[in-house]
């Protein structure tokens, strides 16, 4: 059963940063895309960033864009998140996800089960 797992969410202030990590296991995810999607309390899940299945082709949203970060570790079939400069506004449960093209996010195949993050001012 193929499955994706993240951790390193919590509580931080404004300005602090995070390092989200996502492990995937029973699935061949070195050959997917793979990133970041978000949900903030009473508002839709939004796209955050994702990386390309050779690691050599990124996307941010612009709310993120020059703050985050995103890489991945095809030998341990993992992906990070790195989060500079929080704001309270990226406040939300932050999944990872997988896609088979290999290119973007566009129709994820996996979901992990989600890692809070707080930010407080």
């Known amino acids: 059963q193929a499955q994706l797992v993240e951790s390193g969410g919590g509580s931080v202030q404004a300005g602090g940063s995070l390092r989200l990590s996502c492990a995937g296991s029973?699935?061949?995810?070195?050959?997917?895309?793979m990133g970041w999607f978000r949900q903030a309390p009473g508002k839709e899940r939004e796209f955050v960033a994702d990386?390309?299945?050779?690691?050599?082709?990124?996307s941010y949203s612009d709310s993120v864009k020059g703050r985050f970060s995103i890489s991945r570790d095809n030998a341990k079939n993992a992906v990070y998140l790195q989060m500079n400069g929080l704001k309270p506004e990226d406040t939300a449960v932050y999944y990872c996800?997988?896609?088979?093209?290999?290119?973007?996010?566009?129709?994820?195949?996996?979901w992990g089960q989600g890692t809070q993050v707080t930010v407080s001012s």
């Open positions: 996800a997988a896609d088979d093209s290999g290119k973007r996010l566009s129709s994820p195949d996996y």
């Open positions: 029973g699935g061949t995810f070195r050959r997917y895309a």
């Open positions: 990386i390309n299945w050779s690691g050599d082709s990124t």
